[in-house]
């Protein structure tokens, strides 16, 4: 049987006939694949929905039926979700007009449960991979479409399988969606391998100016480099797992340089070590190896105070 809280989720989606779901700014194969995931499934039970992400389908233009992506929302509605996300700003502006959530699916740790209803589970590799264990008992059924999506957010999340959360029943949640149609290949090629030239050559702008102290490797990205090698994106365009290779580290940061004097910030860590606290202290989130934070600031000082505390946080945690 069903835990209560989904059968309380069930009765609210029942109930309600326009559905509006959202995820978080510069979104990443989770952000899209369970925003698309969980919309298509709504779909198919015949409700009107709205999948929104602030800045847009990005990258995932491969998800199918990702063209119902849009910018903003419109309208009222009955019921508004929102998946991986760790706290409401995270999400941008767009839900301002509207009620607190009445769902959030996430798995981040530093969850702040900002919803009605709160599907939050830290120990899963991505929201997709919880969005695949409730979906059927909120009444929702899987097609090849959806099995896509919710891979999709595995893959990403998890780098392709390769980080330390993956257990086996990862690998058999992902063997089940291959079943239900996923296919595996493309989904790795889309959103692993393939790049663009502009990305390939804006990673170049990071990577001549690499530095490495004290068991940290990091590097920045300006918007000089953005406007110089043409990358439309506001992000590191996965740059950082490039950094979080380099053997003599245990913790690689990266620091792009945002408009309005703001900086993005990404922790990748070994496994062991836990930087989700630290983003948590700079205004934002994570996992224990995954962590973001947008940070006020220029590029130079913002760089300079968060080596300093990354520096405290690894000697602390190898002590
Ligand atoms: P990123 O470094 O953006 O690839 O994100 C790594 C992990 O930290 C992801 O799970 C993000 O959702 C989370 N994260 C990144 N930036 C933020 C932020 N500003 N606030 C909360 N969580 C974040
Ligand atoms: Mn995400
Ligand atoms: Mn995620």
Redesign the pocket.
């Known amino acids: 049987m069903a835990k209560e809280i989904d059968q309380k989720i069930k009765g609210k989606i029942e109930s309600s006939e326009r559905i509006l779901i959202a995820s978080?700014v510069?979104p990443?194969a989770?952000?899209a694949g369970s925003l698309l995931g969980l919309g298509l499934g709504f779909i198919d039970a015949g409700k009107k929905v709205q999948m929104v992400l602030k800045d847009g389908v990005g990258k995932f233009r491969y998800l199918p039926k990702s063209d119902l992506i849009t910018p903003l929302p419109k309208g009222p509605v009955d019921m508004v979700i929102v998946v991986?996300?760790?706290?409401p700003?995270?999400v941008g502006d767009i839900l301002d007009g509207y009620d607190k959530p009445d769902l959030v699916v996430d798995?981040?740790k530093?969850n702040l449960e900002f919803g009605t209803f709160n599907v939050v589970e830290p120990e899963q590799v991505a929201t997709a991979a919880i969005l695949f264990d409730h979906m059927p008992s909120w009444g929702l059924s899987f097609t090849p479409e959806i099995a896509t999506c919710l891979l999709s957010g595995i893959v990403g999340?998890t780098i392709g399988f390769r980080t330390s959360n993956v257990k086996s029943d990862v690998m058999r949640k992902a063997a089940a969606l291959m079943d239900l149609g996923a296919d595996l290949g493309n989904i790795y090629r889309e959103e692993l391998i393939l790049k663009s030239f502009k990305e390939v050559h804006y990673w170049g702008c990071g990577l001549v100016r690499v530095e490495r102290a004290d068991g940290l490797v990091w590097t920045s990205l300006t918007l000089a480099d953005r406007e110089k090698v043409g990358y439309a994106g506001n992000?590191?365009a996965?740059l950082?797992n490039v950094l979080s290779s380099v053997k003599e580290a245990e913790i690689a940061l990266?620091f792009i340089e945002q408009p309005q004097n703001e900086v993005?910030?990404?922790?990748?860590a070994r496994p062991g070590l836990d930087v989700?606290g630290i983003?948590?202290e700079f205004?934002?989130?994570?996992?224990a190896a995954?962590?973001?934070?947008?940070i006020s600031g220029n590029l130079e000082d913002v760089k300079q105070r968060v080596i300093i505390e990354t520096k405290k946080l690894l000697e602390q945690q190898n002590q």
Do not use: L
């Open positions: 978080h510069r990443d989770d952000a991986d996300c760790s706290d700003n995270r798995h981040h530093t999340d992000d590191d996965d950082v990266i993005k910030v990404s922790w990748r989700s983003a948590f205004g934002g989130g994570g996992h995954a962590a973001g934070a947008d």
